[in-house]
């Protein structure tokens, strides 16, 4: 298989990682619980939860311990690939590449503007996770474009609970258009972590310039603007290991590879092993039982009576499935959670408090579940 089928296949995984997240965004929305949130499926949720999670607590809300192993799997998948989840498996990365096809034009941003505006995404990373853990929430979800993205398909809620993302969304979108992986580059705390860890990584693009014939193609093709031909070794923390360098270069494979240790991986090779390594990794986990993002279906619950504590409940379930969940009579139910009988059964529990204004769900669940 040549370059060009390289380019095509990580396409096709991009595109496949993408329509499956929004699939699952999707079924989370409309079928609720038994489906995984974009929160705990994301692995930055795992840096904000670290902190409960070491001091023995019960996981930050919207939290699974499945979203703690994606998260470590994450950090030795960027020792060892380095960005490569940013390059080949990030679905917000690849939405902000196919916006980038559609590109008309590309702005060039001065250097020394750009130079410091890539280093925001680093104070992103130390104010969010310093207010993830003293605060003990997912601190940065208000205004992460991601999970509003997620909730595309009910506008009211995007605009209601995720208009600083939804901003920060729109913003994306449209600067994607004149500059690539906009967000990556300037904003995404997640990439600032893989990029810190990164560096420790012994996979990286590698040019010979005994044999490199100085064209500039691979510098011109980087979505992260990296002077590629002018470097023997790509070691900044910014590349995220698309491959596109080596995939454009007029003598792949010779001048300019991809090596990791003593091997040199192909374009193709790296997209393969990299994306199978990930996902056969979750695969496994998820067979040895230790990859749990979601909660168990009422079916799951029947069978093995095994009824969830009130600590449990997501805001996301209907008053009648929190019952459901913890095993409850209906109406004890409601007098647990302090919910007037005249609120509707199907009322969602975060939206208790249309009817009750003040209600707050998540601090009566914290009451309640430690009493
Ligand atoms: S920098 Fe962030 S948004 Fe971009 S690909 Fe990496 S994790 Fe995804
Ligand atoms: S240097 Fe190559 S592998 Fe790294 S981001 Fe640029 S094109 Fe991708």
Redesign the pocket.
Known sequence: MGKKSSGVIRWAVLGIILGGSMLIHYLHLVGGVRYPSVHSICPYGGIENLWAWLAGRANIQKIFSGTMVLFFLTIVFALIFR?S??GNI?P??ALQELLGLISPKKVKIPEVVDKHLRKVKYIILILSVFMAWITLSLWLSPFDPWAAFAHIYKGEEMIEEYLIGTIVLVATVIASLFIS?A??KYL?P??AL?AVIGKLSPYKVTRDPKKCIKCGVCTQKCPMDIEVHSCERVTTAEC?SCNRCVEVCPGAGSMIYTKLARFNFKPLASVIVSVTVFFGSIFLLDAAGLYTVSLPTEAEIVEKAEYLGISDLRGSMTIEQGAFYTGKELGDFYKIMEIPTNVPKDTLLKYVNQYVPGYDFHLMKAKKGSD
Do not use: T
Request: glycine share 14%.
């Open positions: 960005r989840f940013c990030c917000f990365g992986r967000f990556c995404c997640a990439g893989y995220i």
